[in-house]
């Protein structure tokens, strides 16, 4: 194998609090969601995905954010290092009266996923992105821009082949050109194979290169750190994943959610890997979290460490 | 990823009905395995272990051997594709008088590990090999060999460096030596990782070839399909797995066991590696033990093509 592209560190980027608690049902109080991203950063994070700006009776997980913003300043959390998913002009100027420097926006890849999860088209959706992201300049706000169903589409399946890289990198473009920051490229329902992952990153990393491509993984299907792996050694350094694989998949019921964390922190950590992230810290933040869930961690590595 | 020594076609040893149950609590009655086996044959099975002549009293999953190789018979199943494991001269001679004709035996890495499970030293259980296999040779049965704790041991830890592989490597070309015809190197408790996988395969592959060199991997800390795609890429062809992913760790209570075979009909589906096996009958076959075993299976990719 040749490992001479693999970065010797990486960034993680935790999404543990919006991507992971969004998709489970119990509700998680505006103080312990607080505690929770102290102890993260605590942990080493450079990045925290927050929590979001949707609407409250579509996701009442975040309905809580503006009350949550007050509790990480009241614990003195670097709000700078937290991302918060935005949809709209709207959830850009509550974010900017609350003091956040950082937001999240969205697309993917599939028509229907799209009008399904945001009621637009993909034209439209850019389109929206587009406003969102003239304001969010003005206001020096950073964006990062997540592309969902890019390996496989809940409703239209799998696509592959030349046209469809070219239209992945398309949209993309388009993204970057608008200021999008960083592009999250998202294995929204964990079909996603080594073979496909190899292709496709090797695509992005020679159009964009390595530092503005993340790779989110979900693990339905257990293959998600042979993927991260495959798109390491390829040279990808940003990788989206969530404290104690937290969250499920809203298509699946039952099925696994986003890649824990501590997944890929005994991958890194085997490989000499530099992550900055303390394992003992994460895998403490993981039990006070799941214990508030009253889950156990779908994750088979975290689940043996704390048997150990 | 230099792909171009992935073989195009691979071997997978089931080794559920023997190292994955002999794990399980809930005593199998004959009918119930050979019916099990019979399915995996259907399936499309080159070489299934399906039972061992170790003491009854030590391993109670496994005290029907007799009467299960007679249900085998009735079902008309293949003997010759069937491997048992044995622990001794007596075993053997036990085998042979009921028409086994191709046999297991096994070893480790760890003094430690070979006194708990054997009681007796690395040299000595290479010593009762030689007996056994002297005598197996004369009553013309094949031999497939176990060396256990290759890639870690829960007493004595992870062992590497230079000096290591060469032990590995003399007790493997000893087990050669006296006509053990293909040797699995197995990671016991599911440490192995894969920059460890490729150091350790990349040896072996220099020094015996692929085609008498299988892996057996634990999915202990979820890391078994990586190191698994790891080692094919650099032309590892055989490798051994457990249907469902029965069989939990004796060392860590409530641990995951050997890695599902559907793991690995996903990956090697997806990466167009030939196995032989039917997924959908797999996966039946599956259904039915762990409907026995009244438990779930540990496989993310099964659990998930069981609600699909």
Chains 1, 2 share one sequence.
Do not use: W
């Not at 609350?98 to 229907?112: N, R």
């Not at 082949?161 to 990198?169: M, V």
């Amino acid at each position: 194998m040749n490992k001479l592209l693999r970065p010797k560190k990486i960034k993680i980027v935790e999404v543990g609090p919006r991507d992971g608690l969004q998709n489970e049902k119990k509700i998680i109080k505006s103080t312990e969601k607080a505690k929770l991203i102290k102890m993260l950063f605590n942990a080493g994070c450079e990045e925290v995905e927050a929590g979001s700006f949707v609407r409250a009776d579509k996701i009442p997980q975040m309905a809580d954010v503006n009350n949550l913003i007050g509790e990480l300043k009241k614990l003195n959390i670097d709000l700078s290092k937290c991302t918060f998913l935005v949809p709209n002009l709207q959830g850009l100027e509550r974010a900017y009266n609350l003091g956040i420097t950082k937001i999240a926006v969205f697309t993917a890849t599939s028509e229907t996923f799209n009008k399904k999860n945001i009621n637009a088209s993909i034209d439209e959706s850019l389109k929206r992105i587009e406003e969102l992201a003239k304001v969010a300049v003005t206001y020096k706000i950073e964006m990062r821009g997540y592309i969902s169903t890019v390996f496989g589409c809940p409703y239209e399946g799998i696509k592959e082949g030349q046209n469809y890289l070219k239209f992945l990198t398309d949209l993309a473009r388009q993204l970057f050109a608008i200021k999008i920051n960083e592009i999250s490229f998202g294995d929204t329902i964990g079909v996603a194979h080594p073979d496909q992952v190899e292709e496709f990153s090797s695509h992005l990393l020679e159009k964009f290169g390595n530092k503005k491509i993340a790779l989110h993984f979900h693990d339905t299907r257990g293959m998600a750190i042979t993927n991260i792996l495959t798109a390491l050694n390829l040279g990808v350094e940003i990788f989206d994943s969530s404290l104690g694989g937290l969250g499920g998949c809203p298509y699946a019921k039952g099925a696994t959610g986003n890649v824990a964390t501590e997944d890929l922190l005994n991958l890194f950590n085997n490989l000499k890997v530099e992550s900055g992230l303390d394992l003992k810290k994460y895998a403490e933040a993981s039990k006070f979290i799941l214990n508030e869930l009253e889950k156990e961690t779908t994750s088979k590595f975290l689940l043996n460490y704390f048997k150990a």
